[in-house]
T-cell receptor
Framework: GENVEQHPSTLSVQEGDSAVIKCTYS??????FPWYKQELGKRPQLIID?????GEKKDQRIAVTLNKTAKHFSLHITETQPEDSAVYFC???????????FGAGTILRVKS | SAVISQKPSRDICQRGTSLTIQCQVD?????MFWYRQQPGQSLTLIAT?????????ESGFVIDKFPISRPNLTFSTLTVSNMSPEDSSIYLC?????????????FGEGSWLTVV
């Protein structure tokens, strides 16, 4: 089955700097890669996603890139702000049933 | 995106008891899932809730421990049976909604269970 690895497990950046979180997946049939942000005590919120027919997608300060050959995808946050501090999860979907397999998560701390 | 409501939002349960979590969606959805998030951990799929038939469980999860119902396209329940402290987790209902580019997965608010 699908296996998703996520790095780093924790990331501290200064406010205004960029943050990059990387994920690799094992199943070449995976075709959908969402990113979720989870603030303390809250549900995971979808922040951006990318499908396998696209290499890059951007939404304001957030972008995701996908390299299907290397089977990895990355989340890029520019001009980080303290409210970006949260746990970020990547996920990959493959096979029948639309099931998502999640990475272990990255704790992002933005220091002001 | 769909509005996904879960009840209860939070509960403290005695070990050995069972608790049923409800998930209500404001529109008909074909895909409904139940996830577990143990403290400080990632999300793990428990099962896919199938409308009108038995749920499809992931490895490590069994129907006797986590019975699931899905009587229609907007509602599902997950029961956590014979609870132990190891069952203390967030239980999340998830749905897939169709869009022109494909299906997108959203989560309910979660049910935070503490077993004492």
């Amino acid at each position: 089955g699908e296996n998703v690895e996520q790095h780093p497990s924790t990331l501290s950046v200064q406010e205004g700097d960029s943050a990059v979180i990387k994920c690799t997946y094992s199943d070449s049939a995976s075709n959908y890669f969402p990113w979720y942000k989870q603030e303390l005590g809250k549900r995971p919120q979808l922040i951006i996603d990318i499908r396998s027919n696209v290499g890059e997608k951007k939404d304001q300060r957030i972008a995701v890139t996908l390299n299907k050959t290397a089977k990895h995808f990355s989340l890029h946050i520019t001009e980080t702000q303290p409210e970006d501090s949260a746990v970020y999860f990547c996920a990959a979907r493959s096979g029948p049933g639309n099931k998502l397999v999640f990475g272990a998560g990255t704790i992002l701390r933005v220091k002001s | 995106s769909a509005v996904i409501s879960q009840k209860p939002s939070r509960d403290i349960c005695q070990r050995g008891t069972s608790l049923t979590i409800q998930c209500q969606v404001d529109s008909q959805v074909t895909m409904m899932f139940w996830y577990r998030q143990q403290p400080g951990q990632s999300l793990t799929l428990i099962a896919t809730a199938n409308q009108g038939s038995e749920a499809t469980y992931e490895s490590g999860f069994v129907i006797d421990k986590f019975p699931i119902s899905r009587p229609n396209l907007t509602f599902s329940t997950l029961t956590v049976s014979n609870m132990s402290p190891e069952d203390s987790s967030i239980y999340l209902c998830s749905v897939g909604t169709a869009s022109p580019s494909g299906n997108t997965i959203y989560f309910g608010e979660g049910s935070w269970l503490t077993v004492v």
